[in-house]
């Protein structure tokens, strides 16, 4: 069964307003969780690493005020995506990294639209 | 850095022919090696890894082996079905590293 789900899996949304995204790992303690978007046609883009508990570390020409990570336990991290533009249409995937394991398990995704 | 390279897509193949899907990669130290598959509108998934040189990873009738030699973890089916359309991935880690992904190759499977 799934070790990882992602909520919601689709979602529409206006220009300027702001969606969040949760990610659940379900059969294990995340202490890593690292979040990817995929544009069309395209591999994925590691977007931020967070950790709980800790601010997390955004990659080179990713915008920490805009996609907001919180990894507050061990099982449950959100991405905001605030202000959203249409460029922000995506593929957000999230990835929890078990301690010790080198298989990384990810959600099934969440496809954001901004209209 | 380390690197994954994948051969370009699409891939079109009728059902029950060879599929091969050739993967190279440039690493420093000894990383594990991944194939994972997409299908429509989904996640990635898991479809094998090899850990060690000489290691080969199977599942789902598909298999690769970790060739350190020639720095290649090619994806190989004897008999693809249509059901196999999707995009592969090839992927590293080293570890205690970020996972490293090759751009996919996107195979289709004609009946």
């Known amino acids: 069964g799934a070790v990882v789900s992602q909520h919601p899996s689709r979602v529409i949304c206006k220009s300027g307003t702001s969606v969040k995204i949760e990610c659940r790992s379900l059969?294990?303690?995340?202490?890593?969780m690292f979040w990817y978007r995929q544009f069309p046609k395209q591999s994925l883009m590691l977007m931020a690493t967070?950790?709980?508990?800790?601010?997390?570390?955004?990659e080179q020409g990713v915008e920490k005020d805009k996609f907001l990570i919180n990894h507050a336990s061990l099982t449950l991290s959100t991405l905001t995506v605030t202000s959203a533009h249409p460029e922000d249409s995506s593929f957000y995937i999230c990835?929890?990294?078990?301690?010790?394991?080198?298989?990384?398990?990810f959600g099934p995704g969440t496809r954001l639209t901004v209209l | 850095g380390d690197s994954v390279t994948q051969m370009e897509g699409p891939v079109t193949l009728s059902e029950e022919a060879f599929l091969t899907i050739n993967c190279t990669y440039t690493?420093?130290?000894?990383?594990?090696l991944f194939w994972y598959v997409q299908y429509p509108g989904e996640g990635l998934q898991l479809l094998l890894k090899?850990?060690?040189?000489?290691d080969k990873g199977s599942n789902k009738g598909f298999e690769a082996t970790y060739r350190k030699e020639t720095t290649s973890f090619h994806l190989e089916k004897g008999s693809v079905q249509v059901s196999d359309s999707a995009v592969y991935f090839c992927?590293?880690?080293?570890?205690?590293?970020?996972?490293?992904f090759g751009p996919g190759t996107r195979l289709s499977v004609l009946p």
């Open positions: 090899a850990t060690k040189a000489d």
């Open positions: 992927a590293l880690r080293n570890y205690g590293q970020n996972f490293v």
């Open positions: 059969d294990f303690q995340a202490t890593t």
């Open positions: 990835s929890p990294d078990r301690a010790g394991g080198d298989t990384q398990y």
């Open positions: 967070s950790n709980e508990g800790s601010k997390a570390t955004y």
């Open positions: 690493a420093t130290g000894y990383p594990s």
